[in-house]
């Protein structure tokens, strides 16, 4: 098997994004003109079309809106089985980021489970992943 490279290649685009972990940041383009997160990141807003963006800090609050257990290492750094999560941010509806759970057993996770980044750096950039948030060990509220 020939080796690959299973990190981003970074760009003027999204370097941002996956290096802000380096501040503890989750970091992403956002629209001057109308307030629009970019996610993926794109040199023009989706939404009003403006060119004025601004790489902005989020939370890096998130609550799971969907998940799977994976059996197979396809990330660095994480063992089998592992959690692979879409996250969604409080930010914005349909803000959302593919990603990996990680401090939790797969068993306990929940859609709706609020969590929090946290950073892993390989090479020149910082993975988001994220973990249960401590503040609300509660759990997700029942709507
Ligand atoms: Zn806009």
């Not at 807003?45 to 059996?71: E, I, M, Q, W, Y």
């Not at 990603?99 to 929090?116: C, Q």
Request: glycine share 6%; with cysteine; charged share 25%.
């Amino acid at each position: 098997m020939s080796p690959f490279r299973l990190l981003p290649l970074l760009d003027d685009l999204n370097t941002p994004f996956w290096t802000g972990g380096a501040e503890g940041a989750l970091r992403f383009w956002r629209c001057d003109d109308c307030g629009y997160w970019l996610h993926p990141p794109s040199p023009r807003c989706p939404r009003c079309l403006s060119k004025k963006l601004t790489v902005t800090d989020a939370s890096g609050d998130a609550v799971v809106h969907t998940f799977t257990v994976n059996h197979q290492a396809w990330i660095p750094g994480l063992d089998p089985p592992y959690v692979v999560a879409i996250v969604e941010l409080p930010e914005q509806p349909g803000l959302r980021l593919t990603t990996s759970l990680v401090g939790i057993d797969p068993d306990d996770v929940a859609i709706g489970l609020p969590v929090r980044a946290v950073f892993e750096q390989y090479d020149d950039v910082w993975l988001p992943f994220f973990t249960p948030r401590d503040d609300e060990a509660e759990g997700a509220d029942e709507r």
